[in-house]
């Protein structure tokens, strides 16, 4: 496997400052763009779908189909909005690109503005990521002065500037719609669909809206071919992954991996396994809004399609780990809190579901709870699932689903001990029970 999306990383920790152009460029920065200006649009995004490049941001959608959805006839301005909210718990990955490499940001997205034709990109920043929108304003700059953004760049006839949005918070911005509205300055609230971004998205005009990291992998994709993106894959996956790995893990971190290297391999090899002591009782493979997963299923290659056929959702690739010592209600309510939390308000079912949730796994832990409240949470996950305007809250109710099914046995001892009696396995345990709340929380 050759890394790609970090394959500068070290230069920050042995110049103690990130890759000025000129050294970007000496390691071969920017070279794809002279294999893909003059190139045809339409066969570049042909040559996209057919890589298998999908969404890194979640949803893990074909990269060359949604772009395929602009039409040639596109009325102008059309925009690229780049998504670097990165607020969902769990995931760190485009933090990591942000921080040591913004360079490779400013030629994803010069790249992939040239192949949907756009006229001016945006890259929407996390609020809490000011540093780093420091960092890629000063590549932008060093960018436009050596003629790399502006007007004709190279000589190519393609002009494109790029502005940096640092947003003013809140999870529910990383939905594409309500981060347009967000970049347009009204309050951050899902737009309905259709109209899909790509026919009527920024201030009207076609737009596509794509993560990060999904951007930066364009330009390599074009460059070095299909075959070589997909041969860069394993276990059916193609081309590589920012992959995290969180919680009571000995090396917690980011890796850049094969897409399809399995869950084991992630969590034992790279992440150097669990703390001494501690037992693997479940883990979420793509963030806070997945089902939970299981030691029997480590073996699984870390791809969309093969977790979904388990299950569950590869989703950012972002994997929290839940150990022995933590409380499976405990630790599922904290995530639950934190979308509470971020809901819009839009709809009711998000709005006072979700609270209502925490209320009940309240109940579990007050001793108040009953086998109603048991049967009323798996209600309640019913109906705010399929009716509320966004994914926000049907991603917040799996966890919730699977820990129905996957921890039944604990809600019943909640109720008959009137309370939780969850034994942490060590005097180390029982302080990481308090640890586990940043699993719900802003990482």
């Avoid at 798996?378 to 129905?404: D, F, K, R, Y």
């Amino acid at each position: 496997m050759e890394k790609v999306l970090s394959r500068n990383f070290h230069y920050l920790e042995e110049h103690g400052e990130v890759m000025s152009l000129e050294a970007y460029r000496a390691a071969g920065g920017y070279d794809s763009l002279n294999s893909i200006f003059g190139r045809d649009r339409e066969e570049m995004v042909q040559s996209l779908r057919a890589s298998g490049l999908r969404g890194c941001g979640g949803a893990g959608f074909s990269t060359g189909l949604k772009w395929s959805f602009l039409a040639k006839d596109a009325p102008r301005p059309v925009y690229l909005v780049v998504n670097l909210d990165e607020s969902e718990p769990g995931s760190c990955k485009d933090r990591q690109v942000l921080y040591r490499d913004p360079h490779t940001i400013v030629e994803g997205v010069i790249a992939s503005s040239y192949i949907i034709g756009a006229d001016k990109a945006f890259v929407f920043i996390r609020g809490e990521y000011k540093v780093g929108a420091a960092k890629l304003e000063k590549a932008v700059q060093e960018a436009r002065d050596a003629g790399l953004l502006g007007d004709d760049i190279l000589g190519s006839g393609f002009s494109l500037d790029i502005d940096v949005h640092l947003s003013a918070g809140r999870y529910i911005c990383g939905e594409e719609t309500a981060l347009l509205n967000a970049l347009e300055g009204y309050r951050a609230n899902p737009r309905s669909k259709p109209p899909f971004p790509a026919v009527k998205g920024l201030w009207g005009q076609p737009t596509i809206v794509n993560n990060m990291e999904t951007v930066c992998h364009v330009p390599f994709v074009m460059h070095k071919g299909v075959e070589w993106f997909q041969n860069q894959g394993m276990n059916g996956g193609t081309g590589t992954h920012l992959f995290q790995v969180s919680g009571p893990v000995k090396n917690p971190g980011v890796f850049e991996l094969p897409m399809g290297v399995t869950a084991r391999e992630l969590i034992y090899d790279h992440a150097g396994g669990l703390l001494d002591g501690r037992e693997l009782v479940a883990f979420q493979p793509g963030g806070s809004s997945t089902p939970f997963m299981t030691p029997d299923q480590l073996d699984t290659p870390m791809t969309f399609d093969a977790v979904a056929k388990i299950g569950s959702r590869l989703g950012t690739g972002g994997i929290i780990i839940m150990d022995d010592s933590i409380c499976p209600l405990k630790y599922t309510r904290n995530l639950i809190e934190f979308y509470a939390r971020e809901s819009c308000g839009f709809c009711t079912p998000c709005r006072d579901g979700l609270p209502y949730l925490v209320h009940l796994f309240d109940k579990f832990e007050q001793g108040t709870a009953t086998e109603a409240d048991h049967k009323t949470i798996l209600e309640l996950c019913g109906l705010i699932g399929p009716n509320t305007h966004c994914a926000l809250a049907p991603g917040a109710v799996m966890p919730v689903q699977s820990a129905l099914t996957l921890f039944d046995d604990e809600f019943k001892k909640h109720i008959a001990a009137k309370g939780c009696s969850y034994a942490p396995t060590s005097a180390a345990g029982a302080v990481n029970v308090a640890a586990a709340g940043v699993a719900g929380g802003h990482h």
